[in-house]
């Protein structure tokens, strides 16, 4: 089949997923949740564990299904024309989705909403949950899990392990999930002289407080730089910079060597092909005539959020 007309909304039966590439979508797009529900003067606690993806990739969803032989594919009312992988029976999330976890490990601080939810797990199998003491516990952790955790705590996961070791198959999710290929048109003067400036970049945005796996996704590729440019060792500097930080490569050689042999498995895979046809139409020079110009900027027009 042309990957140009694949449709990523369908999942591929004979597709057998990386564990690592499973735990690089849950760190770019999962969750991991306590839900209490109070009826008749008691008090119910039920865990959920999400991966979610737009209408036009849930494809990747079924494919979860498949790998953890469990859950329900649902709409995500939360998100616009999305929808959710999701694990809710507990005797499931604590026989495959906690050993998944702990065997491959969540790289950014989401591991902490991970541990939260696996104690409670526990608490909940072990009936723990039945006195008022335990119920407050868990009502503790529930209310400083996920966008209620501190920033510093945050930070200070990654200054409690020794280093972030990335895996190809976590990359390859990683960048399915968090990274965008964007590819710049634009007129330009230099000296004097009027040129038409091409930019192919591929950007991976993350929320401030996990900077220091931005760092470690730069070393794993060898190139590139993050923006906005702090010291990522000090606290106070991440706090006052903006509050989504970004890796930016644009030696596209090395992310098309790696894609080709990783591909996105998401509709994201659409926008990588015109990037590279946009790179090869540079190589070209197709912008030194009209028509090159112009089917240029249609491909772009085309990409991302307007694909």
Request: aromatic fraction near 12%.
């Amino acid at each position: 089949m042309n990957e140009s007309n694949r449709d990523f909304s369908l999942g591929c039966a004979e597709q057998k997923l990386s564990p690592w590439w499973v735990t690089g979508i849950a760190d770019a797009e999962g969750n991991f949740s306590i839900f209490k529900q109070e009826s008749s003067g008691s008090l119910k606690f039920t865990l959920g564990f999400k991966v979610t993806q737009k209408d036009h990739s849930t494809g990747i969803l079924y494919d979860l299904q498949r790998f953890f032989n469990c859950g329900h594919i649902h709409i995500d009312n939360r998100k616009e024309s999305a929808y959710k992988f999701n694990v809710n029976k507990l005797d499931d999330i604590l026989n495959i989705i906690i050993p998944h976890f702990d065997n491959y490990p969540l790289l950014t601080s989401k591991n902490l909403d991970y541990f939260d939810f696996k104690k409670v797990a526990f608490m909940l199998k072990d009936g723990l949950h039945l006195k008022q003491e335990n119920r407050e516990i868990i009502l503790s952790v529930k209310n400083n899990m996920n966008s209620k955790r501190s920033f510093e705590e945050r930070w200070g996961f990654f200054e409690k392990i020794e280093s972030i070791k990335l895996n190809n198959e976590w990359v390859q999710a990683f960048i399915d999930g968090e990274g965008s290929f964007q590819f710049g048109i634009a007129d330009a003067v230099s000296r004097g002289k009027p040129y038409v400036a091409l930019t192919p970049t591929m950007a991976i945005r993350q929320s401030s407080h996990d900077v220091k796996l931005l760092n470690a996704i730069k070393h794993f590729f060898g190139c590139g730089y993050l923006k906005p440019k702090y010291d990522i060792t000090n606290l106070e500097a991440a706090k006052a910079s903006r509050s989504v930080n970004s890796y930016v490569v644009n030696q596209h050689t090395v992310i098309t060597e790696f894609v080709d042999k990783y591909p996105m498995l998401t509709r994201k895979q659409l926008d990588f092909l015109d990037w590279k046809k946009l790179i090869q139409l540079k190589s070209e020079r197709a912008h030194d005539t009209p028509e090159g110009r112009l089917e240029m900027n249609a491909i772009k027009s085309k990409m991302n959020s307007s694909r």
